[in-house]
Nanobody, 126 residues
Framework: QVQLVESGGGLVQAGGSLRLSCAFS????????MGWFRQAPGKEREFVAA??????????YYADSVKGRFTISRDNAKNGVYLQMNSLKPEDTAVYYC?????????????????WGQGTQVTVST
């Protein structure tokens, strides 16, 4: 059974940076596209970023709200996916979830992801 464990969340001031990590186990990592989603208090979970199985150039996707500030990457040798978050804003405050997508399509839809981590809290203060 695939398991995903996020880490790297925390409290940061506006304008700061954080790097989230997601450790994948229980399957063949390179068979899965990977995504990051987030859920703020009182709001629905939303797409943040995704990366294809190979993670090659041009194979990453972003929500408009994070484009140019966040970067998703993966290391298939280490079974890890990462989210570098720069220029953080208070509205980025949320629980961030890592998710795995076996069929590697419909990157923006959470319904396409079969496995989810427990989430890591990111809080951005003013």
């Amino acid at each position: 059974q695939v398991q995903l464990v996020e880490s790297g969340g925390g409290l940061v001031q506006a304008g700061g940076s954080l790097r989230l990590s997601c450790a994948f186990s229980g399957g063949t990592f390179s068979n899965y596209a990977m995504g990051w989603f987030r859920q703020a208090p009182g709001k629905e979970r939303e797409f943040v970023a995704a990366i294809s199985r190979s993670g090659g150039g041009g194979d990453s996707y972003y929500a408009d709200s994070v484009k140019g500030r966040f970067t998703i990457s993966r290391d298939n040798a280490k079974n890890g996916v990462y989210l570098q978050m720069n220029s953080l804003k208070p509205e980025d405050t949320a629980v961030y979830y890592c998710a795995a997508n076996y069929f590697g399509d419909s990157f923006y839809s959470e319904d396409a992801y079969e496995f989810w981590g427990q989430g890591t809290q990111v809080t951005v203060s003013t």
